[in-house]
């Protein structure tokens, strides 16, 4: 998957702002933001940070989205539930999903259980990751090829028609 096509169409839905902290599978896009001038890309120490800064960016009439991994999401649950659900921040999360092809790969596997959780080689972090956004009321989407790539306009849709937010995650790493 191209980090290209998804730069465009962060770009075609007025995005002013990428909020995150890279990981292996987002490098590539990270890259393209950095050198991009069209969006200002706004690096984090910790991913709860995305939230609050993205929060702020859209009180001040900015379009931001987070772009973070899926263990950064996990870390950042109460800066999300403080700042984008209870002030109704309607923000796009573009979430790349860490362990999701070995989980992918064994469907036993996706059912939350102790059992599971410390089973190698599945990461714990790729099990909990569907049961966390929908206990945190995240709709999700998934963008797993480059034909995938306009559900991220469709996230922004929903975003705006719902004045939620909206995830959509990653599965492949981003090239």
Not at 94 to 99: D, V
Not at 137 to 144: A, E, I, K, S
């Given at each position: 998957?191209?980090?290209?096509?998804?730069?465009?169409?962060?770009?075609?839905?007025?995005?002013?702002?990428?909020?995150?902290?890279?990981?292996?599978?987002?490098?590539?896009l990270?890259?393209?933001?950095?050198?991009?001038?069209?969006?200002?890309?706004?690096?984090?120490?910790?991913?709860?940070?995305?939230?609050?800064?993205?929060?702020?960016?859209?009180?001040?009439?900015?379009?931001?989205?987070?772009?973070?991994?899926?263990?950064?999401?996990?870390?950042?649950?109460?800066?999300?539930?403080?700042?984008?659900?209870?002030m109704?921040v309607?923000?796009?999360c573009?979430?790349?999903?860490?362990?999701y092809?070995?989980?992918?790969?064994?469907?036993?596997?996706?059912?939350?259980?102790?059992?599971?959780?410390?089973?190698?080689?599945?990461?714990?972090?790729?099990?909990?990751?569907?049961?966390?956004?929908?206990a945190w009321?995240?709709?999700?989407?998934?963008?797993?090829a480059?034909?995938?790539?306009?559900?991220?306009?469709?996230?922004?849709?929903?975003?705006?028609?719902?004045?939620?937010?909206?995830?959509?995650?990653?599965?492949?790493?981003?090239?």
């Open positions: 998957m191209q980090a290209q096509l998804i730069l465009d169409e962060l770009k075609k839905n007025g995005v002013t702002h990428a909020v995150g902290l890279p990981d292996n599978s987002s490098a590539k990270f890259d393209l933001l950095a050198s991009d001038p069209g969006i200002r890309l706004i690096s984090v120490t910790r991913e709860g940070e995305a939230f609050a800064i993205a929060a702020g960016l859209w009180i001040g009439g900015g379009a931001p989205v987070v772009l973070i991994q899926n263990t950064g999401f996990l870390e950042s649950g109460d800066a999300f539930r403080g700042t984008i659900t209870r109704g309607p923000l796009v573009l979430i790349t999903y860490r362990g092809r070995k989980l992918a790969e064994d469907p036993a596997a996706r059912v939350l259980s102790p059992s599971n959780l410390t089973r190698a080689p599945l990461d714990s972090a790729a099990l909990v990751t569907e049961p966390t956004l929908k009321g995240l709709p999700y989407d998934f963008l797993h480059a034909e995938d790539v306009p559900r991220i306009s469709e996230a922004f849709r929903k975003c705006a028609e719902c004045g939620h937010a909206h995830a959509v995650l990653i599965t492949p790493d981003l090239i």
